[in-house]
């Protein structure tokens, strides 16, 4: 039982390692006045050349998006009629069944 216990500890261990070798945290630092406004200069330049969208047009974008992907969602093939067909035929059966099989 130890040993199975030492066997658990140790791997453990060993995960501890690894996931601190593969999630390396990065330094923080406060932002000086010169990156700020070079950061705000670029999003100014950025939307006078139309590279930013507004919030609508962004808003706008995702709706079409998700009501395209409904659509696509509720068109029906050949195939998940013939499926649908199967079940409601089987569920008809299993409610309707008389001891007969």
Known sequence: MAGFIFLKIEELYLYKILILKTI?????HNETKEEILESLMKLEE???NGRVHDYQTVMEEARNRLQK???EKQKKTPQSDFAE????ELKFLSQNS???L
């Open 98 to 100: 008389y001891g007969i």
């Open 46 to 48: 950025d939307i006078k």
């Open 85 to 88: 067909s199967i079940r409601n």
């Open 24 to 28: 390396e945290p990065k330094q923080w």
């Open 69 to 71: 992907y409904r659509d």
